[in-house]
């Protein structure tokens, strides 16, 4: 009974060892702000840059902070799915590679998710509490996307 649990335990242990190598996400991280940032391209102030980069950057943006846990798999494996997605589907590094049609889409849709708690996601914030939207934080956001949607909105109508 001894001798296979030592094998059990032995084959589990190598099996952890090997899915380190398996699928590893990418985890490119810019150190300075993108020609194509957000912050180059709309006016952001500091205190939504401020929430945007506390809540949201992880997910949405090439300035992920990857904590410890991101580097183990399976871990990684969920923790590099919900970064690639959440780039996906809006990237503030890349935000002056989309159409103004998009940037108006993306911003209607940042104060929508927040404000029907859909953004941050609850599972991250269950490890990044700091994360956590306040009723201010979420009135500072929609205010600042409504101020940008009819920016955009008149720049169309030029």
């Known amino acids: 009974m001894k001798r296979i649990l030592k094998i059990v335990l032995f084959i589990l242990v190598v099996g952890f060892i090997v899915i380190q190598f398996i699928n590893r996400p990418d985890k490119t991280i810019l150190a300075e702000t993108a020609p194509d940032d957000i912050t180059k391209h709309m006016q952001v102030p500091e ?3 401020n929430i945007l980069k506390r809540s949201c950057y992880d997910c949405h943006s090439s300035h992920t902070k990857w904590p410890w846990y991101s580097h183990i798999a399976p871990a990684s494996w969920l923790v590099g799915d919900d970064v690639t997605n959440g780039r996906k589907k809006m990237n503030f590094s890349e935000w002056g590679k989309i159409s103004d049609s998009k940037k108006e889409a993306r911003l209607n849709e940042v104060c929508e998710q927040i404000t029907e708690g859909e953004m941050p996601l609850p599972n991250y914030l269950i490890l ?8 201010e934080d979420k009135d500072i956001l929609c205010r600042w996307a409504e101020e940008e949607v009819k920016k955009l ?3 169309d109508s030029e």
Do not use: G, M
């Open 128 to 135: 990044h509490s700091k994360a956590k939207l306040s009723k």
């Open 47 to 49: 205190n939504v840059q």
């Open 153 to 155: 909105e008149e720049k």
